[in-house]
Nanobody, 122 residues
Framework: QSQLVESGGGLVQPGGSLRLSCAAS????????VAWFRQQPGKEREGIAV????????NYARSVRGRFTISRSTDKNTVYLQMNNLKPEDTGVYSC???????????????WGQGTHVTVAS
């Protein structure tokens, strides 16, 4: 059973916003780097945002930079992905992962959530 649970996905119109949450159970998320990935039909899983344990360092894929913001709440043991100005090409399954490296490569992570679906359509 995954120790990471994503939520907040859904259907949104182009230009709209969603906030995804990645909540951890059984371990402290602040001890790990946490990244968001998305899987789109016919494409490889793409790392789109990563945040350090302290929250002071972040990095984004070019495809989402300036539109998405990753953040974390130590109190809630949760990492968020605020997605603004969504586009149809942002449609996909979004998953979070915790690991020991500040990396956007999926190979750096072993602890994954089940994912939440995001659909951007009129």
């Amino acid at each position: 059973q995954s120790q990471l649970v994503e939520s907040g996905g859904g259907l949104v119109q182009p230009g709209g916003s969603l906030r995804l949450s990645c909540a951890a159970s059984r371990f402290r998320l602040g001890d790990y780097f946490v990244a968001w990935f998305r899987q789109q039909p016919g494409k490889e899983r793409e790392g789109i945002a990563v945040i350090s344990g302290s929250g002071n360092s972040t990095n984004y894929a070019r495809s989402v930079r300036g539109r998405f913001t990753i953040s974390r709440s130590t109190d809630k043991n949760t990492v968020y992905l605020q997605m603004n100005n969504l586009k149809p090409e942002d449609t996909g399954v979004y998953s979070c992962a915790a690991g020991r490296f500040f990396d956007l490569s999926s190979r750096a992570y072993r602890n994954w959530g089940q994912g939440t679906h995001v659909t951007v359509a009129s």
